[in-house]
Nanobody
Framework: QVQLVESGGGLVQAGGSLRLSCVAS????????VGWYRQNPGKRRDLVAA???????NYADSVKGRFTISRDNSKNTVSLQMDSLKPEDTAVYYC???????????????WGQGIQVTVSS
């Protein structure tokens, strides 16, 4: 089984920066695509940024030019650098990992536990 641990959230003033990290551990696995999502109470969970195994990235229009997703395959880590933060970026952020579990010979999808990001005006 693959577990995800997120870190790096917190409270920041508008215009500031935060860096979220998501580390995968557990079974022998290979990570394919990874995404960061965010959600506010009563709202749907929306994709913020995604990165494929080949390194291709995709961003929500609202964060283009401000957020950068990256991955370090040697450390099974995916990061989201968030700059020029705005109050509307406030949400719980979740990492989502898709890959192949070699121990169980199956594909998997896992979600992180979620981490709060609060941007004050």
């Amino acid at each position: 089984q693959v577990q995800l641990v997120e870190s790096g959230g917190g409270l920041v003033q508008a215009g500031g920066s935060l860096r979220l990290s998501c580390v995968a551990s557990g079974s022998r696995f290979a990570i394919d695509s990874v995404g960061w999502y965010r959600q506010n109470p009563g709202k749907r969970r929306d994709l913020v940024a995604a990165i494929t195994a080949a390194g291709d990235t995709n961003y929500a229009d609202s964060v283009k030019g401000r957020f950068t997703i990256s991955r370090d395959n040697s450390k099974n880590t995916v990061s989201l650098q968030m700059d020029s933060l705005k109050p509307e970026d406030t949400a719980v952020y979740y990492c989502n990992v898709n890959g192949f579990n070699r121990d169980y010979d199956e594909f998997f999808e896992e979600w992180g536990q979620g981490i709060q990001v609060t941007v004050s005006s």
